[in-house]
């Protein structure tokens, strides 16, 4: 039996109640949101925190910002930031 993957069950209701048709995968020890068959976000543990990255124009994930990534203290927190978009980077 597959084990229960309360953060992947998070994340998806999140998208849920807000109408997003993005998909969720779980990825290198993190989770891929995936929108019109491409990756846009990607959201991972690190520590005791979420850290939010984008797949940026050069192919690869990368930190948000000049000084380092963005990081959120819940996984709610961070997809309500990839949901909220308030960058434009990934939708």
């Given at each position: 039996m597959a084990k229960s993957d309360p953060a992947r069950l998070s994340i998806e209701a999140?998208?849920?109640?807000?109408?997003c048709p993005a998909q969720v995968v779980r990825a290198s020890r993190g989770y891929t949101f995936v929108y019109d068959g491409r990756a846009v976000a990607r959201v991972?543990?690190?520590?005791?925190?979420?850290e939010v990255a984008w797949w940026?124009?050069?192919?690869?994930?990368?930190?948000?910002?000049?000084?380092?990534?963005?990081?959120?203290?819940?996984?709610e927190e961070a997809v309500a930031y990839v949901l909220d978009d308030p960058m434009g980077i990934f939708w």
């Open positions: 999140m998208l849920a109640a807000r109408g991972r543990p690190r520590g005791t925190c979420w940026s124009y050069r192919d690869t994930w990368e930190h948000i910002g000049d000084f380092g990534g963005v990081f959120f203290g819940t996984i």
